[in-house]
Nanobody
């Protein structure tokens, strides 16, 4: 059974940093993409970042470019999201997703991913 377990969320002041982790179990995700999405209260889920299994390709939403960095450790079957210069508008539940087919374009649609974690809350205070 595939499981994605997120951790690292919490409360931080604006300008601060957090690192989210997503540990996958049940299978490896070679040759696919893993990503992070977020959903704020009253808003639709949105793409944040994605990384190809080898780490050779990444993609980011415009709203987080230059502030967030996605990485992965395939030996640990874990993907990370380093979030710096956090803003109150980054407040959301962050979800890890896995299993996206990655051809040429970054898989930004949630329907491209087959597996999802339960989410971890990130709250940025002003």
């Amino acid at each position: 059974q595939v499981q994605l377990l997120e951790s690292g969320g919490g409360l931080v002041q604006a300008g601060g940093s957090l690192r989210l982790s997503c540990a996958a179990s049940g299978r490896t995700f070679s040759s696919t993409g893993m990503g992070w999405f977020r959903q704020a209260p009253g808003k639709e889920r949105e793409f944040v970042a994605a990384i190809y299994w080898s780490g050779s390709r990444t993609g980011y939403a415009d709203s987080v470019k230059g502030r967030f960095t996605i990485s992965r450790d395939n030996a640990k079957n874990t993907v990370y999201l380093q979030m710096n210069s956090l803003k109150p508008e980054d407040t959301a539940v962050y979800y890890c997703a896995a299993g996206a087919q990655w051809r040429v374009i970054v898989p930004t649609g949630g329907d491209k991913y087959n597996y999802w974690g339960q989410g971890t809350q990130v709250t940025v205070s002003s």
